[in-house]
Nanobody, 119 residues
Framework: QVQLVESGGGFVQPGGSLRLSCAASGTIASIYAMEWSRQTPGKQRDWVATITNSDVTNYADSVKGRFTISRDNAKNTVYLQMNALKPEDTAVYYC?????????????WGQGTQVTVSS
């Protein structure tokens, strides 16, 4: 099992920045990728960014150049640095872990953290 706890959400004005954190615990060795997604009411959850165990990163076009995903292995934590925020970035942001153990793949989700961008 993997447990994920997100933090860092909040209210920010357009153009501002926030950094989200996602702390992992449990069977961390089984994780091969960490990702962020976001969801607004009434819409599907959209993928935002990925970082693999090889530190390969990938971003949705809507956030490329503004968001940066990174990780601190010593703290078992993944970050999402969000700059130049726009009102359309307002959403609940979810961290999730892709794991593989004994040939079984699982996805573990955090509880979500609200990000609101408004003037």
């Amino acid at each position: 099992q993997v447990q994920l706890v997100e933090s860092g959400g909040g209210f920010v004005q357009p153009g501002g920045s926030l950094r989200l954190s996602c702390a992992a615990s449990g069977t961390i060795a089984s994780i091969y990728a960490m990702e962020w997604s976001r969801q607004t009411p009434g819409k599907q959850r959209d993928w935002v960014a990925t970082i693999t165990n090889s530190d390969v990163t990938n971003y949705a076009d809507s956030v490329k150049g503004r968001f940066t995903i990174s990780r601190d292995n010593a703290k078992n934590t993944v970050y999402l640095q969000m700059n130049a925020l726009k009102p359309e970035d307002t959403a609940v942001y979810y961290c999730y872990a892709q794991s593989s153990r004994d040939g079984v793949r699982k996805t573990y989700w955090g509880q979500g953290t609200q990000v609101t961008v408004s003037s």
